[in-house]
């Protein structure tokens, strides 16, 4: 059994003041709920207030980015140990968006992926085709290739937690989401990849759908047996959209 796991990617938005003006008001919305696992990702100069704010809460905090690594002359860098003192769970790896304006590719994604581990972090590794690549009827091609080297030298052992996140990059921030039949082809098809990599252990790691989920498209795309959750920008920002999303039952 997959717990659904439904996380925010805040991106560049949010100062401090602002995050604790969300929590307060998200804390009373979702407490007592512990059939989803909830996940906010501000931005690093947020964590800490954040964590603060959901200690002894049913929200964990995530980060957006992490360097791979520990310490040294890498200015404007993170490490997976700073986040993890900061109280981080889960840290998001190989967003499109990091891909496409950041220089990411499948090699720093699998450095990151290992950093996450040994810092403890649980790792949700972003994965998706361009709309070029849908288009050439090559989804299969990209998200073979993003999984195969993204992850590769994983193993069920040490490295079973791991989260994707299934986001096309046509769907982000764009409004235009993937249909339930076309996300769900995609998770098959990610699940399939990830069997190769962790065998039987495949089946209990989670794959979220990202992109334009919104409180009036999120039962649908839940109700497809391989979306376990999903990681949601725009619609994560305000706290009664994200209660709904959270609570999509
Ligand atoms: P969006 O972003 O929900 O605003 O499309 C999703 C993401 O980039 O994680």
């Known amino acids: 059994m997959r717990k659904p796991i439904m996380a925010g990617n805040w991106k560049l938005n ?19 709920l512990n059939d989803v696992e909830i996940v906010i990702c501000p931005p690093f100069t947020s964590i800490n207030v954040a964590t603060y704010l959901t200690k ?6 995530g980060a957006q980015n992490l360097f791979w ?4 002359a890498f200015t404007g860098e993170v490490s997976g140990d700073m986040l993890k003192e900061l109280g981080c769970e889960y840290v998001i790896v190989g967003h499109s968006e990091r891909r496409q304006y950041f220089g990411e590719t499948d090699q720093t994604v699998n450095k990151k992926v ?15 085709e361009t709309l070029q690549e849908r288009e050439a009827d090559k989804v299969e091609q990209a998200l073979s290739a993003q999984i195969r080297e993204g992850l590769q030298g994983l193993n069920a052992k040490d490295h079973g937690k791991i989260v994707i996140a299934y986001e096309p990059v046509w769907a982000i921030g764009t409004g235009r989401t993937a249909t339930p039949a076309q996300a769900s ?4 098809l990610i699940r399939g990849l990830l069997g190769e990599i962790f065998g039987e252990a495949a089946q209990s790691i ?3 759908y990202g992109g334009s989920v919104k409180p009036d498209n ?10 376990d959750g999903a990681l949601i920008g725009g619609a994560a920002l ?3 959209s994200f209660e709904k999303l959270v609570k999509y039952k």
């Open 206 to 208: 989670r794959i979220q």
């Open 56 to 61: 002894n809460t049913n929200i964990k905090i």
């Open 185 to 188: 082809e995609a998770h098959g």
């Open 114 to 128: 290992f950093a996450a581990f040994a810092a403890s972090l649980t790792p949700i590794v972003c994965v998706g």
């Open 69 to 72: 690594e520990k310490s040294g």
């Open 238 to 240: 305000k706290a009664d």
């Open 14 to 32: 949010k100062t401090p003041n602002e995050t604790i003006v969300f929590v307060e008001e998200i804390k009373p919305l979702l407490a007592g």
């Open 218 to 227: 999120v039962k649908e795309l839940m109700a497809q047996s391989d979306i």
